[in-house]
């Protein structure tokens, strides 16, 4: 492998261990490079354009392996005709990402996804040729759920995928600490997230709204 890509390849490694653990603009791109064994501290900006290329890197090293999952997850739902359609969409969002923490040792890319979430639109040009699995399950789980309003069920599906991530991060952080506080393995841990997820997205709309119960509660303080 060429020295220059030996190069590439550690810094994305280091960063992704270094957002997870800190954040994106925790981090400096000097420290990147000098953990990464480069000597010159212009290295990141040298090979990523800077901390968005870098973090677009470590999201595409990653993501890409994915991605081609959850495409391969939704070809065999199709070709199984399984009716449990909002289970298997679930899966086709959870199961790869799982799989992909299995088998990477260490692996910090859940607690890395967490801390991105926030602050980049991973729905933009730049992340499109590594989205289209995610896009394509959270377009038909939308059309899935027609008991909820469009905007609702869009607003649901980002709040319980956010959710199961952000689950999945703290069982990636508690297993590296070996916290004892972990009670199930991480394949029934899944299996929880799954269950979860479906019943959050299949629930119906209540008609209890918080913005309605403050505007009660502030009409009978006056």
């Known amino acids: ?21 800190h954040g994106i603009h925790e981090v400096s791109m000097r420290d990147v490079a000098t953990a990464a064994g480069q000597r010159n501290n212009s290295a990141v900006q040298y ?19 994915i991605n081609a999952a ?11 005709g399984r009716t449990d359609l909002v289970r298997a969409l679930v899966e086709a969002f959870l199961y790869p990402l799982a799989d992909f ?54 607003e649901r599906i980002d709040l319980t995928f956010n959710m199961s991530v952000s689950a999945l991060a703290i069982f990636e952080q508690r297993r590296e600490d070996e916290n004892p506080v972990v009670q199930a393995d991480f394949d029934t841990t899944v299996d929880h997230l799954v269950d979860l997820a479906v019943g959050a997205l299949t629930a119906p709309q209540s008609a209890h709204k918080r913005t309605r119960a403050k505007r009660l509660h502030a009409s ?3």
């Open 1 to 21: 492998m060429p020295a220059s890509l030996d190069a590439k390849n550690a810094m994305i490694a280091v960063a992704e261990r270094m957002f997870a653990e």
């Open 47 to 65: 090979h990523f354009g800077g901390r968005d290329g870098l973090v677009l890197a470590v999201f595409r090293h990653r993501m890409d392996q």
């Open 70 to 80: 959850r495409l391969t997850y939704l070809d065999d739902v199709d070709a199984s």
């Open 101 to 154: 923490m299995t088998t990477v040792d260490g692996s910090n890319y859940a607690r890395f996804i967490a801390r991105i979430s926030p602050s980049v639109d991973t729905q933009s040009a730049e992340f499109r040729e590594v989205s289209e699995g995610i896009n394509e399950v959270v377009g038909r789980l939308t059309r899935a759920l027609p008991h909820l309003p469009r905007r609702v069920a869009v």
């Open 220 to 222: 009978t303080d006056v």
